[in-house]
Nanobody, 127 residues
Framework: QAQLVESGGGLVQSGGSLRLSCDVSGVTFSSYAMGWFRQAPGKEREFTAAISWSGGSSYYVDSVKGRFTISRDNDKNTVFLQMNSLKPDDTAVYYC????????????????????WGQGTQVTVSS
């Protein structure tokens, strides 16, 4: 059974940076594309970023392009989300997720395309 554990969340001022990590165990990590989603209070879970199993392709929601970078280390079974120039609107619980079958959409943007989820880590950006 897969286990995904996020870390690195916290409280940061607007304009600051955080680096989230997601450690994966119980599956062959390099066989899975990985995604980050976020959910703010009262809102639906939103796609944030995704990376292919090899790391060769990455995808971002428009609102984070140029500020967030997703990466992975297949030797350490870890996926990262570097978040720079943070804004109060980035405040949310951030979840990592693992996808095994390449979705027909090709972009890994839908929650139901993922097989496993972490428990989430809170990111709060103060103004």
């Amino acid at each position: 059974q897969a286990q995904l554990v996020e870390s690195g969340g916290g409280l940061v001022q607007s304009g600051g940076s955080l680096r989230l990590s997601c450690d994966v165990s119980g599956v062959t990590f390099s066989s899975y594309a990985m995604g980050w989603f976020r959910q703010a209070p009262g809102k639906e879970r939103e796609f944030t970023a995704a990376i292919s199993w090899s790391g060769g392709s990455s995808y971002y929601v428009d609102s984070v392009k140029g500020r967030f970078t997703i990466s992975r280390d297949n030797d350490k079974n870890t996926v990262f989300l570097q978040m720079n120039s943070l804004k109060p609107d980035d405040t949310a619980v951030y979840y990592c997720a693992a996808n095994y079958v390449v979705p027909s959409s090709g972009s890994y943007t839908y929650p139901n395309e993922y097989d496993y989820w972490g428990q989430g880590t809170q990111v709060t950006v103060s103004s």
